[in-house]
C-alpha cells in the first residue's frame, strides 16, 4: 500500500472518528435533555407563573436560534433526541405541506396552558401540592401509569419517524421551527430598514 493511500485512510478513519464523537455528545445532551423533560412534566403546575416561567424559556431559546441558528433542534431537543435514536428505522411514508399543522400545534399550545390553570381552579404554586412533594400519593398527583405516560409520549415520538421519516414529526409538527422563522423574517428586516435609512440620515445631515 502506498504512502498517500495509506495517508487518505487514515484521514478518513480519523474524520469518521470525530463525526462519531460529535454525534455521541449530541446524544448525552439530548438524553439528558429528555430526563430533564420528564422531570418538567412530573413536577410541574398549571398555573401562571409556571406558564410565565415557560414563555421566558421558550422565547429565549428562540430569540437565540433567530441569531444564531437552530442549534437548539439539532443538539438540545429531546423529541429530535428519541427521533435520531430510531433514525435506522425511519422511512418517510407521507407528504403534506407543514404550515398548517404546525400553526395547529401551535395555537394547542398557546390556548393548553390558560386553559389548565382554569380546570385546576387557578391553584398559586405556593398552594399547590405537586408530586415532588409526596411522589406515591395519586389523589395529590399524578398516578404510576399517568407518570408512565410521559415515557410512552416519547417512545410514541420516536416512532413517528416510521411514518414521517428522519425528524418527521419535527418538520411536520413542531411549531418552533415556524416561529424562529418569523423572528428571523422580523430581525432581517429590521436590519434592512436600518440600512435603507443609513444613507439619507448621512445625506439629510450634510445638507443641513
Not at 67 to 72: A, C, E, H, L, T
Not at 84 to 89: A, G, L, P, T
Request: charged content about 15%; overall charge positive; hydrophobic content about 50%.
Amino acid at each position: 500500500m502506498s504512502t498517500e493511500v495509506k495517508l487518505a485512510l487514515d484521514y478518513e478513519a480519523e474524520q469518521h472518528r470525530k463525526r462519531n464523537k460529535v454525534v455521541y455528545k449530541r446524544l448525552a445532551v439530548q438524553g439528558t435533555m429528555i430526563v430533564v423533560h420528564v422531570a418538567l412534566i412530573k413536577f410541574a403546575i398549571p398555573n401562571v407563573l409556571w406558564a410565565v416561567l415557560g414563555l421566558m424559556f421558550w422565547g429565549g431559546l428562540i430569540y437565540a436560534a433567530a441569531r444564531s441558528g437552530r442549534w437548539v433542534c439539532a443538539s438540545i431537543c429531546w423529541l429530535g433526541g428519541i427521533q435520531d435514536v430510531m433514525y435506522r428505522w425511519a422511512k418517510k411514508r407521507v407528504g403534506f405541506s407543514p404550515r398548517i399543522t404546525q400553526i395547529a400545534v401551535l395555537v394547542v399550545l398557546v390556548v393548553w396552558v390558560p386553559l389548565a390553570w382554569l380546570l385546576t381552579g387557578g391553584e398559586t404554586m405556593m398552594s399547590a401540592e405537586t408530586p415532588l412533594q409526596n411522589p406515591l400519593n395519586v389523589s395529590a398527583g399524578e398516578s404510576l401509569l399517568m407518570q408512565a405516560g410521559h415515557f410512552l409520549i416519547l417512545i410514541v415520538a420516536g416512532l413517528t419517524v416510521t411514518v414521517f421519516g428522519p425528524r418527521g414529526l419535527c418538520h411536520y409538527f413542531c411549531p418552533f421551527g415556524l416561529a424562529v422563522g418569523f423572528m428571523r423574517d422580523v430581525r432581517l428586516k429590521k436590519k434592512n430598514g436600518e440600512r435603507l435609512l443609513q444613507p439619507l440620515t448621512i445625506t439629510a445631515t450634510k445638507k443641513a
